[in-house]
Nanobody
Framework: QVQLVESGGGLVQAGGSLRLSCAVS????????MGWYRQAPGKQRELVAT???????NYADSVKGRFTISRDNAKNTIYLQMNSLKPEDTVVYYC???????????????WGQGTQVTVSS
């Protein structure tokens, strides 16, 4: 069984910072790309940032220059450093990982349970 557990969400004032973490655990053989997505009520889930196994990042235009994604392969963990937060960043953030579990024949997308980020104006 594979689990993704996010932490680090919370309430912050506009202009402030938060750091999200997502730890992957369980019966893992290999992890390919990982990333962060976010979803507002009634809207589709959207990409925030992704990172390849060798550390190449990709960002949504809305967060470029403010957010930084990083990865620790030894800990099966990714991070999202969020700076200069804006009220429009207020949504639930989800961790995603493309994982090959032991005994599986292909990589599968797994998702965390989500963590709420609230930015007050």
């Amino acid at each position: 069984q594979v689990q993704l557990v996010e932490s680090g969400g919370g309430l912050v004032q506009a202009g402030g910072s938060l750091r999200l973490s997502c730890a992957v655990s369980g019966n893992i053989f290999s992890i390919n790309h990982m990333g962060w997505y976010r979803q507002a009520p009634g809207k589709q889930r959207e990409l925030v940032a992704t990172i390849t196994r060798d550390g190449r990042p990709n960002y949504a235009d809305s967060v470029k220059g403010r957010f930084t994604i990083s990865r620790d392969n030894a800990k099966n963990t990714i991070y999202l450093q969020m700076n200069s937060l804006k009220p429009e960043d207020t949504v639930v953030y989800y961790c995603n990982a493309d994982i090959l579990a032991f005994g599986a024949v292909r990589f599968i997308d797994y998702w965390g349970q989500g963590t709420q980020v609230t930015v007050s104006s």
